[in-house]
């Protein structure tokens, strides 16, 4: 099997499963108890939360743990909204492609009297600092633009518009979830205030991530009943699971630039196999893109037939979100870069592991180029475009 859907969850490293081991054997007293076996696992949680703030050159006490980057997300927006509320400021700006945990939230804001501005993404998948400067205004309460797209791959300049944010006053909120682990982040070099991120897709345990928030900045709770985590989220913490994404992120960050380094020209060589198919088109970016990360629309297919027979062939994959894999409709983010609907139902998301090899990338290739080729050959979309009856959009 070959698993190139690393952008949906990794694989746990050794690290975080031997960290989560030791911990549920040894330290499994709760963190809010007072007796020895308690304070330990409270001394344990709070060095998991030193090793996660050195990561991302932040201080200890603005990392929160949360249960992925959804709910960090939410808290997140919730929170800038609820405080520019206070202030008189209601206009929040986004851009059109970011996760749903960020889109949905802006909706339900929306429904509550904020104003929403989505910023464009361009046919490169890629938001402009000078847009962005031309959409502030002063009732804006917060800016959010994801790191790096979780379908396309494409890489923001969040230092740039992170910089621009805090010139302008306004808080900045990265949604970070792809990036964390895999790109470099330093919250203060970037001027980040509220960042999200989530501990599975860096090879650490499901259902645990974090939320920085940068000191003075006042959070919104989403869960109350407890003075857990500074009491901005209340319930027992899961330990175990926060010390593997500790050592999981700490893992990651230490081999980030080998792991690039070896990703990134097997990306390319992937890219490249995929282009030799007729009408089909990477989406995004070539260059400013997650080193592991390829994104291709094939015209004449839908994208469901294609993950299928590659399943068949061993071969594991995606056409987009995880979160969105039960919707019959295209894709946001493709619409969002201007794909139209029916070259947007025919997307692969192929997305590779630190352990991907060059023969992976070529059986990869040969096994889509055969795939496609064969769903082409019934298809009465296919047909129409080759008889003309339809014209070629790729």
């Not at 995004?284 to 990360?293: E, I, S």
């Amino acid at each position: 099997m070959i698993y190139a859907d690393n952008a949906a969850t990794t694989k746990m490293s050794r690290a975080a499963i031997d960290a989560m081991t030791a911990c549920m054997e040894q330290e499994y007293g709760n963190p809010s108890s007072l007796y020895a076996l308690g304070q330990h696992a409270k001394e344990t949680l709070e060095r998991a939360r030193a090793q996660v703030a050195a990561v991302i050159g932040a201080q200890p006490e603005e990392i929160y743990f949360t249960s992925g980057g959804s709910e960090a997300d939410n808290q997140a927006l919730r929170s800038a909204a609820e405080a520019g509320r206070k202030k008189g400021k209601t206009h929040i700006i986004s851009t059109a492609f970011e996760h749903h945990a960020v889109l949905h939230t802006l909706k339900k804001l929306e429904a509550e009297g904020f104003d929403v501005t989505l910023l464009p993404v361009h046919t490169d998948g890629l938001v402009r600092v000078e847009e962005l400067d031309a959409a502030l205004r002063e009732s804006t309460c917060l800016v959010s633009v994801m790191t790096a797209n979780n379908e396309i791959g494409t890489i923001q300049p969040i230092a740039e518009l992170g910089a621009l944010c805090r010139a302008r006053g306004v808080p900045f909120h990265t949604d970070a979830v792809q990036a964390v682990g895999h790109l470099p982040i330093d919250v203060e070099a970037q001027h980040i205030d509220l960042l999200s991120a989530s501990a599975h897709k860096f090879h650490g345990p499901r259902g645990v991530g974090f939320l920085y928030a940068r000191k003075g900045i006042r959070l919104t709770n989403l869960i109350e009943g407890g003075a857990q985590e500074r009491g901005k989220r209340a319930g027992t913490e899961n330990v175990a699971g926060i010390v593997g994404m500790a050592a999981a992120l700490e893992a990651s960050a230490a081999h980030m630039e080998e792991t690039a380094a070896r990703l990134v020209p097997l990306r390319d060589r992937l890219i490249a196999g995929l282009r030799e198919i007729p009408h089909s088109a990477l989406n995004g970016d070539a260059d400013h893109r997650l080193p592991g990360n390829v994104n291709f629309c094939f015209e004449g297919i839908e994208g469901e037939s294609l993950l299928l027979l590659l399943d068949d062939r061993g071969i594991c994959a995606s056409s987009g979100s995880a979160c969105t894999s039960g919707s019959l409709d295209p894709s946001h983010v493709l619409l969002a870069i201007g794909r139209v609907h029916d070259v947007a139902h025919g997307s692969l998301r192929l997305t590779l592991g630190d352990d991907a090899t060059a023969e992976d990338v070529d059986t990869i290739i040969q096994n889509v180029k055969e795939v496609v080729e064969y769903l082409r050959g019934f298809s009465p979309i296919w047909r129409d475009l080759q008889s003309g009856k339809k014209p070629f959009i790729l």
